[in-house]
């Protein structure tokens, strides 16, 4: 894999999270990033581990945001 399909690769990347919402942005990009750098390095497979990378970042920035919203809402005693 060249440098070319790595940067188109990761453009696509960042224009489909740009318009997917802030939140799963940010992790679907720091994911991606560092997917992409271990699938290089594990055997040049760069794109296949940012998209990985994507989707895990995303799944622990939604479960982060989760665990925020429940802790600020108070118990309910019944």
């Given at each position: 894999m060249?440098a070319?399909?790595?940067?188109v690769a990761l453009?696509?990347?960042a224009?489909s999270s740009?318009a997917?919402?802030?939140?799963?942005?940010?992790?679907?990009?720091?994911?991606a990033?560092v997917?992409?750098?271990?699938?290089?390095?594990?055997?040049?497979h760069?794109?296949?581990?940012?998209?990985?990378?994507?989707l895990?970042g995303?799944?622990?920035?939604?479960?982060?945001a989760?665990?925020?919203v429940?802790?600020?809402?108070?118990m309910?005693?019944?």
């Open positions: 060249n070319r399909s790595i940067k453009a696509a990347v224009l740009a997917a919402g802030t939140a799963n942005a940010a992790g679907c990009m720091k994911g990033v997917g992409g750098v271990a699938g290089h390095y594990a055997g040049h760069a794109v296949v581990g940012a998209v990985g990378g994507c895990m995303r799944h622990l920035a939604k479960k982060q989760e665990e925020r429940a802790q600020r809402q108070p309910r005693m019944e």
